[in-house]
């Protein structure tokens, strides 16, 4: 099976999909894998509005469903990982973050995920969940921008994914929160209607479902 593909891939897949990439392309000689990152919601309007790829991977399932609702996907989307939040500080925590509460700490300065953005829609669950209020100093475009924040000493905190944690290495740490507190994300993947080659997507699909459980799973993600 050979060809290209573009994968259009939610920010928080960065570190994991990279990888999967690489795998996918030594299963299947003579293809290749384009992979493009960003926010879901900014993708989403991207697709929308005639950017040509192959497969789309989401962070949540109300952009997904926005594919959906406008006929650009090809099958239905199928769930193939669960993520979850944690906290995000420098090393060392010299803030001494021990949970959401101390996010409404006056003087700390905390960032999040914009509304629209998965994390960032998480973020807002689960912090009405702890019933803490944080007015963010900024509210970035996708988890990347906050962990950066966090890492560069721009920012105290952030909410940004497990994954993400783990994939930005010693530069940061996670503080780990309750799952009464939590929330489970759900990542959907979709073949595009437009795909240049529904046969090799769907191969990469399967591929995800498959054999690339055991890479996601090295970066954090947990099963569906």
């Not at 019933?131 to 890492?151: L, W």
């Not at 503080?175 to 795909?195: R, W």
Request: proline share 4%.
């Amino acid at each position: 099976m050979r060809g290209t593909i573009t994968v259009f891939a939610a920010s928080s897949l960065t570190a994991a999909y990279t990888v999967i990439g690489k795998n996918f392309e030594r299963a299947h000689p003579g293809s290749m894998v384009k992979l493009s990152y960003g926010g879901s919601a900014a993708l989403v309007a991207q697709i929308q509005q005639g950017a040509i790829g192959d497969v789309f991977a989401s962070a949540d399932q109300p952009n997904m469903q926005k594919l959906v609702d406008a006929g650009l996907v090809a099958g239905s989307p199928t769930i193939f990982a669960h993520n979850r939040l944690d906290i995000v500080v420098a090393a060392g925590n010299p803030k001494h973050i021990a949970g959401l509460s101390d996010l409404a700490r006056s003087g700390l300065v905390v960032v999040l995920c914009a509304p629209v953005v998965p994390c960032g829609h998480y973020a807002a669950q689960a912090l009405q969940k702890a019933g803490v209020t944080v007015k963010p100093a900024s509210q970035e475009t996708d988890v990347k921008s906050v962990v950066s924040k966090v890492a560069l000493g721009e920012a105290d905190a952030g909410m940004v994914y497990v994954t993400d944690v783990t994939a930005a290495g010693a530069a940061v740490q996670g503080v780990e929160i309750p799952l009464g507190q939590n929330v489970v994300a759900d990542y959907p993947v979709v073949v595009l209607k437009d795909s240049q080659n529904g046969q090799l997507a769907k191969a990469f699909v399967a591929y995800l479902l498959g054999a690339g459980q055991q890479t996601l799973a090295r970066y954090g993600f947990t099963r569906p």
